[in-house]
């Protein structure tokens, strides 16, 4: 996908996409770092956009890791539908709030890893309280979230609702992030 379509899809639909250019290597990088990959049954990645992380998790995962990946965007969905044909990889068109549904469909429950870019900050409070709590209700003991924002907003809520969270900075990234992992319960 083009950078002038991604800028484009940033534009055009506000509060669905929380950058104006994908994540940068270093940021890639610094979110998949925790991700024991050898161990994984199940990676769920939520507002994949464009696929930079998608395909750096594709790289490394292993025969029997599944990989679900939900994407609200029609752009990009239809994207990463075209030109991702692993059959690890399972690819839904919806929002973070139908993770039971997607799993479930799986014939899985729990996952080992949440990867996630959802553009958090700009979501309605309730709406993202939501997420973050689906998050940790489908994440095994012991399971990572693993989340970048702009802001540190979003730490509260995490507190709240994990039993330990650690905050990275990553200043080589357009505009520079913060990445989340958060231990579940």
């Known amino acids: 996908m083009s950078k002038s379509t991604f800028l484009k899809e940033f534009f055009d639909k506000k509060g ?8 940068s290597k270093f940021l890639i990088q610094m979110m998949l770092r925790r991700i024991e990959f050898e161990d994984a049954k199940l990676i769920i990645e939520l507002g994949p956009g464009t696929g930079v992380i998608t395909d ?7 025969p029997n890791t599944q990989l679900l990946v939900i994407e ?15 059959p690890r ?10 993770l039971s549904r997607f799993v479930n469909a799986l014939g899985m429950e729990k996952a080992d890893y949440i990867v996630s870019s959802l553009p958090l900050a700009i979501l309605p409070h309730i709406l993202r309280k939501r997420i973050v709590i689906d998050i940790n209700t489908h994440l095994k003991p012991n399971g990572y979230y693993i989340q970048f924002q702009y802001t540190l ?9 994990f039993k330990k969270v650690s905050i990275k900075h990553c200043l080589l990234n357009v505009p520079p992030a913060f990445v989340y992992t958060c231990d579940s319960k």
């Open 72 to 86: 609200l965007n029609d752009t990009f969905y239809k994207d990463l539908k075209s030109r991702i044909s692993d």
């Open 89 to 98: 990889v399972t690819i839904k068109k919806g929002c973070a709030t139908d």
């Open 56 to 62: 750096e998790i594709i790289k490394r995962l292993k």
């Open 16 to 23: 669905m996409v929380g950058s104006v250019v994908p994540s």
């Open 153 to 161: 907003q979003s730490l509260k809520l995490f507190k709240k609702i």
